[in-house]
């Protein structure tokens, strides 16, 4: 077990015995994630997108058909189109909450931990900026960021709130369409 230096050793004592081959599985708990985005629809089509990574290796993700994974050594965050808010990086897994949630143009969804707004753009790009999205967050910090990837994506749908996400239903009773809660 060569990476338990690296491993919380409740983690290790926990799982160890549980899961066979408990050095592959944290093997592949450490090993780097590749970069992954979606195409962000309020400003792009896939089409122009695809164009952009012409020469660089991509694969598309099968479950999302705006989602691409980058098998290239490419930091994406550095390119033109990241820039410019045409594309949105973020890990495939992070992109099911929202396709799970499956929100409709006309919907109000309440998103209850929105920031740094990652689903909460998904969503609005999904809706075609119509509908309403209260996007909430806790943390002040965190609203800013989430303030700033909403305007760089031209999201024109959400009304950003700070509150405790367990008050929300009592502020909003049977208001939403939808709620998303994806917990940090």
Sequence with gaps: MKMLNKTPEKFVERYSNIIPDFDKFLSVLQTPLKQCFRVNTLKATRQEVLAYFKNINIESIPWCDIAYRVMDAVNIGETEVHKKGLIYIQESVSM?????????????????????????????????????????????????????????????????????????????????DKVLLDAP
């Design 96 to 176: 099911l909450p929202a396709l799970i949630l499956n929100p409709e143009p006309d919907d109000k969804i309440l998103d209850m931990t929105a920031a740094p707004g990652s689903k909460t753009t998904q969503i609005s790009a999904m809706m075609h900026n119509q509908g309403l999205i209260v996007a909430n967050d806790i943390s002040r910090k965190r609203i800013n960021a989430l303030k700033d990837n909403l305007e760089q994506m031209d999201v024109l749908n959400t009304q950003v709130i700070i509150k405790p996400a367990q008050k929300l239903g009592y502020i909003y009773p049977e208001y939403f």
